[in-house]
């Protein structure tokens, strides 16, 4: 074990649901011998915050400090680690440990992500019962696996969202190797479309924006649409149907609006969702059958996703729009996060 520079690691966590976050420090873990240590620079609000810190999805181990878009300085590393040197600018993702070993299912076929032994960066539990503490914090530390070089293009600023949100909606693209020709929609623009929109014209697809929110046209279209279709406008979503090979569902649609995300689909097109609806999905079998439509999931990137979607933003000036906050108007920016109202991502600087 190593002795980390930091003796206590000082955040902002919720202590019970609701949208409140408050100071409170905790004691890390020791060091281990593939573990960094960061100090935190940079922190990325996402949903999966909100969600946990409102104990929406149940199971929140209070107190909690969220956070899983980090980026920071790395200050101390374990003797093992040869992949980073101190003062080296760096980021964390929603991942800290997974077993890589060649005999796990999940780990040798780079879905890292679903390991069983997979711990969360933040309200997950490491082997010795320690819970992870994630990014609203002065630092972390974490399996140097997990940890990824910010390259020097890349503003350290607007880093953080590339770690959850662009990993997110670039997993399916990659693993399911979307390419030129190919006809990729987007539902949502907002924290997670807006970054969908580049990663599918960066992997030479024709993009398709889907709104309800006609004064976003003008950005889609710089952001890599090709065609832009109001979701209102009637006329225009006929002229969607049987158009696309991949719809990517970023926001958190009604379940009743399968069918017409079905109706959208070439035959043998692929629905992914990466927002979870809102109740139940519900569409017709028979629409499902006929088209010959697959629905799908995706959940997070492994470590060799987030190593392409990082030379993908570096080819393609791929960046999240974003808005900052000081880290100790947190709770301000989870307000404007809750109520809609953040273009796109939100970084709370340290």
Same mark, same amino acid.
């Given at each position: ?15 019970k ?17 593939? /573990?960094?240590?960061i ?7 996402c ?19 969220v ?9 101390? $590393? ?11 600018? &760096?980021?964390?993702?929603?991942? &800290?440990?997974?077993c ?15 390991c ?38 890349i ?10 949100a ?9 693993? $399911?190797?979307v390419?030129?020709?190919?006809r990729?929609?987007? &539902? ?13 014209r960066a ?16 950005q889609c ?11 209102? /406008?009637?006329?225009?979503?006929? $002229?969607?149907?049987h ?17 017409e ?35 799908t ?10 190593? $392409? ?26 307000k ?15």
């Amino acid at each position: 074990m190593v002795e980390g520079k930091i003796n206590e690691i000082h955040g902002w966590a919720a202590k019970k649901p609701g949208i409140k976050v408050e100071p409170w420090s905790y004691k890390p873990r020791p060091i281990g011998p593939n /573990d960094v240590e960061i100090e935190i620079q940079y922190s990325g609000i996402c949903g999966s915050d909100l969600h946990t810190i409102k104990d929406e999805w149940q199971g929140t181990n209070y107190p909690a400090i969220v956070g899983h878009e980090i980026v920071g300085r790395v200050i101390t $590393k374990g003797e093992k680690v040869t992949k980073f040197a101190e003062g080296d600018t &760096v980021g964390v993702g929603a991942q &800290v440990y997974a077993c890589l070993r060649d005999d796990c299912e999940a780990c040798s076929n780079d879905l890292d992500p679903h390991c069983p032994k997979s711990v969360q960066t933040y309200n997950g539990k490491y082997s010795d019962g320690e819970q992870s503490q994630g990014g609203y914090a002065s630092a972390v530390r974490v399996d140097a696996n997990y940890v990824f070089k910010i390259p020097p293009s890349i503003d350290p600023s607007l880093a953080a969202p590339l770690f959850c949100a662009a990993t997110t909606v670039a997993a399916p693209m990659l693993r $399911k190797g979307v390419k030129k020709g190919d006809r990729v929609g987007v &539902v949502g623009i907002g924290g997670l479309g807006h970054l969908a929109l580049q990663y599918a014209r960066a992997l030479g697809a024709e993009v398709y924006a889907f709104s309800h929110s006609p004064n976003k046209k003008q950005q889609c279209l710089e952001l890599g649409a090709s065609k832009f279709v109001l979701t209102s /406008d009637e006329e225009e979503v006929k $002229k969607a149907q049987h158009k696309l090979d991949y719809l990517l569902v970023t926001s958190s649609s009604k379940g009743n609006q399968y069918n017409e995300f079905i109706s959208w689909m070439r035959y043998q097109g692929v629905v992914i969702i990466l927002a979870l609806p809102e109740g139940h999905m519900q569409f017709s079998p028979f629409e499902f059958v006929m088209n010959e439509v697959g629905i799908t999931g995706s959940l997070i990137g492994g470590r060799r996703i987030i190593d $392409k979607m990082l030379e993908l933003a570096v080819e393609h000036n791929i960046r999240p729009i974003v808005e900052k906050y000081p880290i100790d108007q947190v709770n301000e920016a989870l307000k404007h996060m809750d109520d809609g109202k953040a273009r796109y991502r939100i970084v709370l600087t340290h």
